[in-house]
C-alpha cells in the first residue's frame, strides 16, 4: 500500500515570488509519481509525471519538480508564480506493477493562493 | 477528441434516493477509474473497472454503491439510498492501456452530489 503526505494545506505567495509545494510518499514498491491541478469546480489536470530517467521533471505551465529516492520526496517548484496559478495541486502516486491496476494514491492537497 | 466527459455535473437528491452518475472515457480508452472527493480532502480511489469486468473495487464502499462500465455506453455509479455523507465529488478518469510508460490518467470534471 502507499501513501501520499503533503505537508502544506495553504500556502500564499505573491505574485512573481516563487513557490514550493511538498509531497512525500510512503511505499513498499516502485511508484509513479504526479503532480495535478484542480482549479475550482473544475476537474484535474496533469502537470507532470515522474515515471523514470532524470529526476529533474519539467511539466506544463513553468512547473517542475525532482523526484528525490532516498528522501521518498517530489516537491514541486515554480520560479514566479502569477494570479493564475491560484489552484489546488495534488500530489499522486501509483503502484508500478501491472497488477495494481495504476489506481493513483493522492495526497490531502494543497491550496495555492497567489497574491498581487 | 473529446475529453472525459461526467453527467450530469451537478445532482441533488433528498436522503433514500438513488443516485446514477454516468463517465464516458476518452476515444480508445478502455480503462476506467472512480475516485471521490470529499469537502476539504483528497481524491480517493474506489473503482477500476475495463469494458464488461471490475477489476478492483477496493475502494468502494461495502454496501449501497455499485458500478459497471457495459461493452456498449457509459461507466455507471450507481449509489443507492444516499446518505447526506455521500455528498462529495465524483470523478472519472480513463486510460488507454494498463502497462507501461503510458499510463496517463485523463480526469473528468467531476459530478457533484448534494444530498439533502
Known amino acids: 500500500a502507499q501513501s501520499v503526505t503533503q505537508l502544506d494545506s495553504q500556502v500564499p505567495v505573491f505574485e512573481e515570488a516563487p513557490v514550493e509545494l511538498r509531497c512525500n510518499y510512503s511505499s513498499s514498491v516502485s511508484v509513479y509519481l504526479f503532480w495535478y491541478v484542480q482549479y475550482p469546480n473544475q476537474g484535474l489536470q496533469l502537470l507532470l509525471k515522474?515515471?523514470?530517467?532524470?529526476?529533474l521533471v519539467k511539466g506544463i505551465n513553468g512547473f517542475e519538480a525532482e523526484f528525490n529516492k532516498s528522501q521518498t520526496s517530489f516537491h514541486l517548484r515554480k520560479p514566479s508564480v502569477h494570479i493564475s496559478d491560484t489552484a489546488e495541486y495534488f500530489c499522486a502516486v501509483s503502484d508500478l506493477r501491472v497488477a495494481a491496476g495504476n489506481k493513483l494514491t493522492f495526497g490531502g492537497g494543497t491550496r495555492v493562493l497567489v497574491k498581487p | 477528441n473529446a475529453g472525459v466527459m461526467q453527467n450530469p455535473r451537478h445532482l441533488v437528491r433528498r436522503r433514500g434516493q438513488e443516485a446514477r452518475l454516468r463517465c464516458s472515457p476518452m476515444?480508445?480508452?478502455?480503462?476506467v477509474y472512480w475516485y471521490r472527493q470529499l469537502p476539504e480532502e483528497g481524491l480517493k480511489f474506489m473503482v477500476y473497472l475495463q469494458k464488461e469486468n471490475i477489476i478492483d473495487e477496493s475502494g468502494m464502499p461495502k454496501e449501497r454503491f455499485s458500478a459497471e462500465f457495459p461493452k456498449e455506453g457509459p461507466s455507471i455509479l450507481r449509489i443507492q439510498q444516499v446518505v447526506r455523507g455521500d455528498s462529495a465529488a465524483y470523478f472519472c478518469?480513463?486510460?488507454?492501456?494498463?502497462?507501461?510508460?503510458?499510463?496517463?490518467?485523463?480526469f473528468g470534471p467531476g459530478t457533484r452530489l448534494t444530498v439533502l
Open positions: 478518469a480513463s486510460s488507454p492501456r494498463l502497462a507501461g510508460v503510458d499510463n496517463e490518467q485523463f
Open positions: 515522474y515515471l523514470s530517467g532524470s529526476t
Open positions: 476515444k480508445g480508452h478502455s480503462h
